[in-house]
């Protein structure tokens, strides 16, 4: 008879060995949506050209005329005053022409003030409110932002990063924040039922510069709300520019993925915003790392035209930003659509 020992020890090895394999595959066999996110034309969304039509609304019919329809969601950026009696209007017309060509359109709601000011709590709760009540006005049920903290405003500043316990005041604050807007809205009958929570790299941020940090956000607002309502929004860029290991990071995905709150993923260029592969082969790798260890229901590639003036604060204050890797904005997203389909081709099959 077989030593019990050796028997034992075939039996753990038959385990981390399954372990691995089930680890190595997408953790759902669903193949996620693909699209792109609409910032390539700015940070205006109800910005027209001459004719009077919407640029978003342009570029998505001239993306999906070259890319062979192959675009199924676009994330569209929304500030308060989209959301005003003054603002609606033209906001809903907006949402209303982007669905006639493309069946999801998810709004990145962005928030004016900083959320880890204490001093504005109010504030800064009665705005995420009015952004999630105002998402459900425009008939969506999921949403996404950049909420952990303001945007290059630490660093104009020469803030620190928190550590120690500043930053779980910090990550503390933040989940009581958002739980408390997540609840308001939907005792007023708010219907949505996502929000992708965006961490970004340093410069743009000071502290939540990292997926770990991110997830610890994330996971705390589910936790106080005892369901999921708010997802880890995956970003090759800034997981490219976060400075911790891609172990690190898919140990991040595979929790999120495991909880159920593993969000939409960008696929973004560290540094330049630019041309999908003009980095190298980061983040399509990325992207396959993502598929294998989470499960993001759309896949984004998201180009920033360092032509624009919006991106004038980011070309003085990042090295490097600003690259000019690409001559035609249609032409570098359809690019990059075609990249990530291969990628999810070669991973769920054509």
């Known amino acids: 008879m077989m030593n019990r020992k050796l028997i034992l020890g075939l039996l753990a090895i038959m385990v981390l060995f399954v372990q691995s394999t089930l680890a190595a595959e ?27 039509e919407f640029l978003y609304v342009k570029g998505l ?34 949402f209303s022409e982007l669905r006639e060509h493309v069946g999801t359109v998810v709004p990145i709601l962005m928030l004016t003030e900083d959320p880890l000011d204490r001093e504005k709590k109010k504030t800064v709760v009665d705005m995420l409110t009015t952004l999630l009540i105002g998402c459900d006005e425009l008939g969506m049920t999921e949403c996404s932002g ?14 620190k990063p928190l550590t120690g316990k500043a930053f779980d005041e910090a990550c503390e604050h933040l989940v009581e924040v958002l739980t408390l807007a997540i609840t308001n809205a939907r005792k007023k009958g708010c219907k949505v039922n996502h929000l992708d929570m965006e961490y970004l790299r340093d410069i743009e941020y000071t502290t939540f510069t990292d997926a770990e940090k991110a997830w610890r956000v994330v996971d705390g607002i589910n936790k106080k709300l005892r369901f ?63 598929l294998k260890n989470g499960n ?47 990628v999810l081709d070669e991973i769920y099959g054509e």
């Open 61 to 94: 019919k001239e993306v999906q005329a070259r890319s062979g329809n192959v675009v199924e969601v676009i994330q569209v950026p929304l500030f308060p005053d989209n959301l005003t009696e003054k603002g609606l209007p033209e906001t809903k017309k907006l």
């Open 146 to 159: 950049t909420f952990y903290e303001a945007w290059m405003k630490g660093t104009m500043n020469k803030a």
């Open 228 to 290: 999921v309502f708010v997802r880890f929004l995956d970003d090759s860029a800034h997981a490219g520019n976060s400075g911790i290991s891609v172990e690190r990071i898919n140990a991040v995905r595979r929790k999120a993925s495991k909880a159920g709150a593993h969000g939409i993923f960008h696929v973004s260029e560290p540094t330049t915003r630019g041309r999908i592969g003009s980095s190298g082969p980061y983040a399509l790798n990325a992207l396959r790392d993502a």
């Open 296 to 342: 993001p229901p759309y896949v984004l590639v998201e180009v920033f035209d360092p032509s624009l003036p919006d991106t004038q604060l980011m070309k003085d204050n990042i090295p490097g930003y600003g690259k000019m890797t690409f001559t035609d904005s249609v032409e570098v997203v359809v690019h990059g659509l075609t990249q990530v389909q291969k």
């Open 26 to 52: 997408p953790a759902e066999s669903a193949r996620p949506k693909i699209g792109y996110v609409g910032v390539t034309w700015g940070f205006n969304p109800v910005k027209k050209n001459s004719d009077g």
